[in-house]
């Protein structure tokens, strides 16, 4: 059997590589993107990420703050490696970037709790005598931190990471646990419709079910979950009941395959797994629901490696990934559409 062409451009819906480089960087590393990512990430095909901004939960009561020195500390990043990765905002700038042999990074928040601690400038409204109503103060929040995410065009937003927040509730990742079970609220209704008027992509990833239902039923619109997989086959709540899964792909949305093992078994993981997932998505909505959000932390000083799924351990194993997909009857058309053009159709 041949080969799958390397050459095959491959777009990870979601990275953590942003929190990587902003942790070296308060650690006294410099060009960390270019030291640490830029080469593994080229010659394994991942030249485009959706690079995610989270917010640690010990900074939840300072979550604005943070965002922004992590935004800061990755721009800074990004100037000091701009001969080797791009922030990219559309199809022209990402055509660019990659014709310079740059790897592509498109920004998306990965939970929204920065939005209730975000820190107003004298010049808002509620610095006025008499001051905004709470609904006000945080409408007033959430367009300034909108404001800065739309002018470094960030594309994507998860709503909440594993908490109960003014707009969404999610399940811890890790224990399954639930902090609260209120869905999503009056805010985080009217935060979808207006992150859908803004041109952004909403993302279920992270999302308890009530949260989902209450995006499905707020808009009609493209929703995605770039990190998530089939609850029928690995029933832990971080995944998606085929219901979701079908809701997603009526709406010419898309699954983004998570290679952690604990959300492809739960256990222990080897390559088939995913693409098990890979086949159980296709199924339901077709081989244009399904990309990549590997998820990967194998650039962790300390990533868990009970969790790490055998053959499938970080993006260097990605060109092996997709000869297992073609070895299992996938065409290279269809490999082409779940590792690249899916998520391009979405992301820009
Ligand atoms: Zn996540």
Same mark, same amino acid.
């Given at each position: 059997?041949?080969?799958?062409?390397?050459? /095959?451009?491959?777009?990870?819906?979601?990275?953590?590589?942003?929190?990587?480089?902003?942790?070296?960087?308060?650690?006294?590393?410099?060009?960390?993107?270019?030291?640490?990512?830029?080469?593994?990430?080229?010659?394994?095909?991942?030249?485009?990420?959706?690079?995610?901004?989270?917010?640690?939960?010990?900074?939840?009561? !300072?979550?604005? +703050?943070?965002?922004?020195?992590?935004?800061?500390?990755?721009?800074?990043?990004?100037?000091?490696?701009?001969?080797?990765?791009?922030?990219?905002?559309?199809?022209?700038?990402?055509?660019?970037?990659?014709?310079?042999?740059?790897?592509?990074?498109?920004?998306?928040?990965?939970?929204?709790?920065?939005?209730?601690?975000?820190?107003?400038?004298?010049?808002?409204?509620?610095?006025?005598?008499?001051?905004?109503?709470?609904?006000?103060?945080?409408?007033?929040?959430?367009?300034?931190?909108?404001?800065?995410?739309?002018?470094?065009?960030?594309?994507?937003?998860?709503?909440?990471?594993?908490?109960?927040?003014?707009?969404?509730?999610?399940?811890?990742?890790?224990?399954?646990?639930? /902090? *609260?079970?209120?869905?999503? !609220?009056?805010?985080?209704?009217?935060?979808?419709?207006?992150?859908?008027?803004?041109?952004?992509?909403?993302?279920?990833?992270?999302?308890?079910?009530?949260?989902?239902?209450?995006?499905?039923?707020? !808009?009609?619109?493209?929703? +995605?979950?770039?990190?998530?997989?089939?609850?029928?086959?690995?029933?832990?709540?971080?995944?998606?009941?085929?219901?979701? +899964?079908?809701?997603?792909?009526?709406?010419?949305?898309?699954?983004? +395959?998570?290679?952690?093992?604990?959300?492809?078994?739960?256990?222990?993981?080897?390559?088939?797994?995913?693409?098990?997932?890979?086949?159980?998505?296709?199924?339901?909505?077709?081989?244009?629901?399904?990309?990549?959000?590997?998820?990967?932390?194998?650039?962790?000083? *300390?990533?868990?490696?009970?969790?790490?799924?055998?053959?499938?351990?970080?993006?260097?194993?990605?060109?092996?990934?997709? *000869?297992?997909?073609?070895?299992?009857?996938?065409?290279?058309?269809?490999?082409?559409?779940?590792?690249?053009?899916?998520?391009?159709?979405?992301?820009?």
């Amino acid at each position: 059997m041949d080969r799958p062409d390397l050459t /095959q451009i491959v777009m990870d819906l979601h990275s953590d590589i942003p929190l990587d480089i902003v942790v070296r960087r308060q650690h006294g590393e410099r060009q960390v993107f270019r030291n640490r990512h830029y080469t593994r990430l080229w010659t394994s095909g991942t030249r485009v990420m959706v690079a995610a901004l989270w917010t640690e939960p010990e900074y939840r009561d !300072t979550s604005g +703050i943070r965002l922004m020195q992590q935004l800061t500390s990755l721009l800074a990043d990004v100037r000091e490696c701009s001969d080797v990765v791009q922030l990219v905002t559309n199809r022209d700038e990402l055509e660019s970037a990659l014709a310079s042999r740059k790897v592509a990074l498109c920004l998306a928040v990965e939970g929204m709790t920065f939005v209730e601690t975000w820190p107003l400038s004298d010049l808002s409204p509620c610095s006025q005598p008499g001051g905004l109503s709470e609904d006000g103060l945080l409408r007033e929040k959430y367009d300034q931190s909108m404001a800065l995410l739309e002018a470094v065009g960030s594309r994507d937003a998860i709503l909440v990471w594993g908490d109960a927040n003014a707009l969404a509730t999610g399940p811890d990742p890790l224990s399954g646990k639930m /902090q *609260e079970n209120k869905g999503l !609220t009056s805010f985080g209704r009217f935060v979808v419709k207006d992150l859908e008027s803004r041109g952004m992509v909403v993302d279920i990833s992270h999302l308890d079910d009530e949260s989902a239902d209450g995006v499905l039923e707020s !808009t009609s619109g493209c929703v +995605i979950a770039s990190h998530s997989n089939a609850r029928a086959l690995c029933d832990v709540p971080r995944n998606l009941p085929d219901r979701h +899964i079908r809701a997603i792909g009526q709406r010419g949305g898309i699954v983004g +395959i998570n290679a952690y093992a604990g959300f492809l078994t739960g256990n222990e993981a080897a390559v088939d797994n995913f693409v098990d997932h890979i086949v159980h998505v296709a199924n339901l909505i077709g081989t244009n629901g399904v990309g990549f959000g590997f998820d990967f932390l194998d650039y962790l000083d *300390e990533s868990p490696s009970h969790l790490v799924t055998q053959g499938l351990e970080g993006v260097h194993d990605v060109p092996r990934l997709l *000869e297992r997909m073609q070895q299992r009857g996938f065409t290279d058309v269809e490999i082409d559409q779940i590792a690249y053009q899916n998520a391009l159709r979405i992301m820009f």
